[in-house]
């Protein structure tokens, strides 16, 4: 799974959303992969303004990406290609194959294979969820 | 006594909706996937044209992506892709430059309000009350940015299979049962408990929708439809949210 699609995903509970704590999701033993793909400058420059930045931030840090930028990038900071290649690397080459992600609000995990994230929730698998494992959030 | 590989009616769910569909949706696709997937590659031209008019950094959602057909159509947007079977989510994984998630449509695990656009292509006819085709509509809506001021809000494209389709060869029409279960054959496929020259068949629930039905649940559901019609057998319609029902 692409870093970059974190930026776009909210815990699956319904009363999740409304919460800050539950954005963005965090990882946990997360394996990292790097998988190339070409440089499309545009792309990122496209994709730029669409980037929860504070939320890309938290990612990168939590992975052991330090170097982020605190301020999204404006103006002339887009014309650094480095900065996009930086970007292109970190949000679109890199991809976490196994691993969690953890929502901040209930607690809940959510297991990634394969590079393939599942998302559903104990009652779609048949089972019923304990309220009470839900009680300390990562 | 009908030949296993004509359509049947279906027999509802009573109460077990989740279990109905994970009985009758999810696990026959689980199973047929790679050979479903290799009869889906063409791209039906109006969903073709929906995502080739994006604007380029476009962040949508492909809700029942299925074997990902629709993420080749446009490489300048990004789409985060979903679908209820991981086998098929597997497969959509290799385009570029999108990402594909497991999710199931009444529990999408996207923020509110914040995508350009969505569509759902021959999903929601999958599930089997009214209320739950409504509610994957208005899970669906709920993503997409409002409108505002200059700005007409996030669309989606949602297809569905069309009860009126004659001269298909499925051949039914206005009339004719809109809940059935439609056998998927697959040959030549041998696996542990079939011999090899005998065809598996797998049946799938379908609701299939009558004209103007798609675009009530969409107004049910607190969508305003900007466009509809028919193509290939199928209705479909583009929404935005509206104002008052969005939350």
Redesign the interface.
């Given at each position: 799974?692409?870093l970059?699609?974190v930026n776009?995903?909210?815990?699956?509970?319904?009363g999740c959303?409304?919460a800050p704590a539950s954005?963005p999701l965090h990882f946990r033993d997360a394996e990292l992969e790097l998988q190339e793909?070409e440089f499309?400058p545009?792309?990122i420059?496209?994709?730029i303004?669409?980037i929860d930045w504070e939320g890309m931030r938290v990612m990168a840090k939590e992975l052991g990406f330090p170097n982020i930028p605190d301020n999204k990038p404006e103006g002339d900071a887009l014309k650094d290609e480095r900065l996009l290649k930086e970007l292109h690397r970190l949000l679109?080459e890199t991809q976490v194959v196994e691993g969690r992600l953890c929502c901040g609000n209930c607690g809940h995990e959510?297991m990634i294979k394969?590079?393939?994230?599942?998302?559903?929730?104990p009652?779609?698998l048949?089972l019923v969820i304990p309220s009470i494992a839900f009680l300390n959030a990562c | 006594m009908s030949s296993p590989n004509v359509p049947a009616l279906a027999t509802l769910p009573q109460g077990d909706e989740?279990?109905y569909e994970?009985k009758n949706v999810h696990e026959v696709y689980q199973q047929i996937a790679s050979h479903f997937s290799s009869t889906r590659y063409k791209p039906w031209p109006i969903v073709e044209r929906f995502l080739k008019d994006l604007k380029?950094?476009?962040?949508g959602l492909d809700v029942g992506c299925g074997n990902g057909k629709y993420l080749a159509v446009n490489?300048?947007v990004?789409i985060?892709a979903?679908d209820?079977s991981?086998n098929l989510?597997?497969i959509a994984?290799k385009h570029?430059?999108h990402?594909?998630?497991?999710?199931?449509i009444l529990?999408?695990?996207?923020?509110?309000s914040?995508?350009?656009f969505a569509i759902s292509i021959a999903v929601i006819h999958h599930l089997s009350t009214p209320d739950r085709r409504v509610q994957a509509i208005r899970e669906i809506l709920r993503t997409l940015k409002p409108a505002a001021e200059g700005f007409a809000g996030g669309k989606a494209l949602i297809y569905a299979w069309a009860l009126e389709q004659k001269n298909s060869r499925r051949g039914w029409d206005k009339g004719d049962p809109q809940d059935i279960m439609v056998p998927w054959v697959m040959k030549g496929t041998p696996s542990a408990d079939t011999p090899p020259d005998q065809p598996k068949v797998f049946h799938r629930y379908y609701h299939l929708y009558e004209a103007y039905e798609l675009e009530q649940d969409i107004n049910r559901a607190g969508g305003h439809v900007l466009e509809s019609g028919y193509e290939k057998d199928n209705w479909w319609a583009i929404a935005t949210r509206t104002g008052a029902e969005s939350s």
């Amino acid at each position: 799974m692409k870093l970059i699609t974190v930026n776009f995903l909210a815990c699956a509970v319904k009363g999740c959303k409304a919460a800050p704590a539950s954005y963005p999701l965090h990882f946990r033993d997360a394996e990292l992969e790097l998988q190339e793909l070409e440089f499309q400058p545009e792309f990122i420059l496209n994709i730029i303004p669409r980037i929860d930045w504070e939320g890309m931030r938290v990612m990168a840090k939590e992975l052991g990406f330090p170097n982020i930028p605190d301020n999204k990038p404006e103006g002339d900071a887009l014309k650094d290609e480095r900065l996009l290649k930086e970007l292109h690397r970190l949000l679109l080459e890199t991809q976490v194959v196994e691993g969690r992600l953890c929502c901040g609000n209930c607690g809940h995990e959510y297991m990634i294979k394969e590079g393939i994230a599942n998302f559903l929730l104990p009652s779609h698998l048949g089972l019923v969820i304990p309220s009470i494992a839900f009680l300390n959030a990562c | 006594m009908s030949s296993p590989n004509v359509p049947a009616l279906a027999t509802l769910p009573q109460g077990d909706e989740e279990g109905y569909e994970e009985k009758n949706v999810h696990e026959v696709y689980q199973q047929i996937a790679s050979h479903f997937s290799s009869t889906r590659y063409k791209p039906w031209p109006i969903v073709e044209r929906f995502l080739k008019d994006l604007k380029p950094g476009a962040i949508g959602l492909d809700v029942g992506c299925g074997n990902g057909k629709y993420l080749a159509v446009n490489r300048d947007v990004f789409i985060v892709a979903s679908d209820r079977s991981a086998n098929l989510a597997r497969i959509a994984q290799k385009h570029q430059p999108h990402s594909t998630i497991v999710a199931d449509i009444l529990h999408l695990p996207h923020p509110d309000s914040f995508f350009d656009f969505a569509i759902s292509i021959a999903v929601i006819h999958h599930l089997s009350t009214p209320d739950r085709r409504v509610q994957a509509i208005r899970e669906i809506l709920r993503t997409l940015k409002p409108a505002a001021e200059g700005f007409a809000g996030g669309k989606a494209l949602i297809y569905a299979w069309a009860l009126e389709q004659k001269n298909s060869r499925r051949g039914w029409d206005k009339g004719d049962p809109q809940d059935i279960m439609v056998p998927w054959v697959m040959k030549g496929t041998p696996s542990a408990d079939t011999p090899p020259d005998q065809p598996k068949v797998f049946h799938r629930y379908y609701h299939l929708y009558e004209a103007y039905e798609l675009e009530q649940d969409i107004n049910r559901a607190g969508g305003h439809v900007l466009e509809s019609g028919y193509e290939k057998d199928n209705w479909w319609a583009i929404a935005t949210r509206t104002g008052a029902e969005s939350s």
